[in-house]
């Protein structure tokens, strides 16, 4: 799953990167190294013959309780913030969204918890930014999910889930390979669902790297550099050696 995530970069960084101008206005500007769920995200739909960037709120009310549902993951506070790749074009829930509204979210990685509570930050090798596969909601609140799809041999150590990342480049999945841009083809409101399928079937990603981070990620009042820098538990362990 991907239930928090980080966006190191700037808003004009990210606007140069893809080609489209990212909002600068936001109620919680960028860098964000704790984004949390119900909180805006930056986001890039498909506009008129062109890319457009606005901020959406992640996640979208839960239609039945969180207990009993199925094909996405429920944040606690009853936002649903992911849906599975692998049944979104069938689920009531999110079908009409994954054929017709797919968007890509804005990140440099995201934090994954491995049994019991320990946290780790996921980002790509060489430190580019990620662009997470979503999905997204008109209307009075404009709001956003994360897809994810099953994670790759080594990091489903820590999860049996991970979001699923959009090229950037273009380049990475055989499906995407066409001559057009990845984001462009995720993004066309027009692509058929078998399409769609191909393009969410489980692929190699960039090379990823991770690593434990403090365990103050866990608190959404947390947001600074420190979140996403390696953390030795036993170095920060109050208890005093018996020997």
């Known amino acids: 799953m991907c239930g928090r995530f980080a966006n190191t970069f700037d808003a004009t960084a990210l606007t140069a990167l893809f080609q489209t101008a990212i909002p600068l206005s936001n109620s919680r500007p960028l860098p964000a190294y704790n984004i949390t769920p119900g909180t805006p995200v930056p986001v890039i739909l498909a506009g008129d013959n062109t890319r457009k960037a606005e901020y959406m709120h992640w996640g979208i009310a839960s239609p039945v309780p969180a207990t009993n549902i199925s094909g996405g993951k429920a944040a606690s506070r009853g936002l649903l913030i992911n849906a599975r790749a692998e049944t979104m074009t069938e689920k009531p829930t999110f079908k009409q ?3 017709g509204r797919r968007c890509v979210v804005l990140a440099s990685g995201w934090y994954e918890w491995k049994a019991p509570k320990k946290p780790y930050y996921i980002s790509r090798t060489d430190g580019a930014p990620m662009a997470f596969a979503g999905l997204y909601w008109g209307g009075e609140l404009s709001s956003t999910v994360i897809i994810t799809t099953a994670a790759d041999a080594g990091l489903a150590d820590i999860h049996h889930r991970a979001p699923l990342q959009i090229p950037v480049d273009g380049m990475g999945h055989p499906a995407f390979n066409t001559g057009h841009n990845a984001i462009d083809a995720w993004l066309d409101p027009s692509q058929s669902a078998e399409q769609i399928n191909r393009m969410t079937a489980p692929s ?19 947001n600074h550099e420190g979140l996403i820098e390696a953390y030795d538990a036993a170095a920060h362990d109050p208890q005093p050696s018996l020997f």
Request: charged share 15%; aromatic share 4%.
């Open 97 to 99: 969204a994954a054929l």
């Open 204 to 222: 190699s990603a960039a090379p990823l790297t991770w690593h434990p981070v403090s365990p103050d990620v866990g608190r959404n009042t947390e």
